[in-house]
């Protein structure tokens, strides 16, 4: 069993949807990561959380240490949203997880 | 713009040859990082640095070779010793945290090809 772990693998929306990611994780953590992949390949950090909940614009990031659970909301999606998500574990050492690909269409 | 700068984007190589990925960045970050993405895993951990003129291995360094002998600079070595070199590599920094790693920031990658 992979330490971190995302589901789902694959995500497709309507624009316009609300979207959910979701990350567990099994080791101790003092801050979990959560990024995204643009089609291009290069890599952007959304939002590094220890505790509650952040929001930049539309999208939410909470975390509930005591179930070792985190999620990603993506509100009001656009096309522009497609891209891959990915969460990681900082323990410091960061654990990636395999990512969640998200499409979302006109 | 601060930023980290990848290159060559790609890059073709051919068996039993030695290629170097450059990573600069001008951030002003102490921490660097080295990894490698293949399809359906997560990000690996190759190598990285914390301080110039010193870097410790990650979960896959077998093959690969780095130095920093500058703050700004991070270049991997993929060796012919790399048994399976053909991959995406991500370089990364953050300033030197202390409870945990800081914010990420990546380079827009390398994708290596051996032919």
């Known amino acids: 069993k992979n330490e971190v772990e995302q589901s789902p693998q694959n995500l497709t929306a309507q624009e316009g949807e609300f979207i959910t990611i979701n990350c567990s994780y099994s080791?101790?953590?003092?801050?979990l990561h959560w990024l995204q992949q643009h089609p291009g390949g290069g890599i952007v950090s959304l939002f590094m959380l220890s505790s509650g909940k952040k929001k930049h614009g539309r999208l939410i990031a909470t975390i509930n240490i005591q179930e070792k659970h985190s999620s990603l909301h993506i509100t009001a999606s656009h096309p522009r949203d497609s891209a891959v998500y990915i969460c990681?574990?900082?323990?410091?050492?960061?654990?990636f997880g395999t990512g969640t690909r998200l499409q979302v269409f006109p | 713009d601060g930023g980290i700068t990848q290159s060559p984007k790609y890059l073709f190589r051919k068996e039993g040859q030695n290629v170097t990925l450059s990573c600069e960045q001008n951030?002003?970050?102490?921490?660097m990082y080295w990894y490698r993405q293949d399809p359906g895993q997560g990000l690996r951990l190759i190598y990285y640095s914390q301080i110039v003129n010193d870097f410790q291995k990650g979960d896959i360094a077998e093959g690969y070779s780095v130095s920093r002998e500058k703050k700004e600079s991070f270049p991997l070595t993929v060796t012919s010793a790399q048994k399976n070199p053909t991959a995406f590599y991500l370089c990364?920094?953050?300033?030197?945290?202390?409870?945990?790693?800081?914010?990420?920031?990546f380079g827009e990658g390398s994708r290596l090809t051996v032919l």
């Open positions: 990364a920094s953050t300033p030197l945290g202390t409870a945990n790693t800081g914010e990420l920031f």
């Open positions: 951030l002003n970050h102490d921490a």
């Open positions: 080791v101790g953590i003092s801050a």
């Open positions: 990681a574990a900082d323990q410091p050492k960061l654990i």
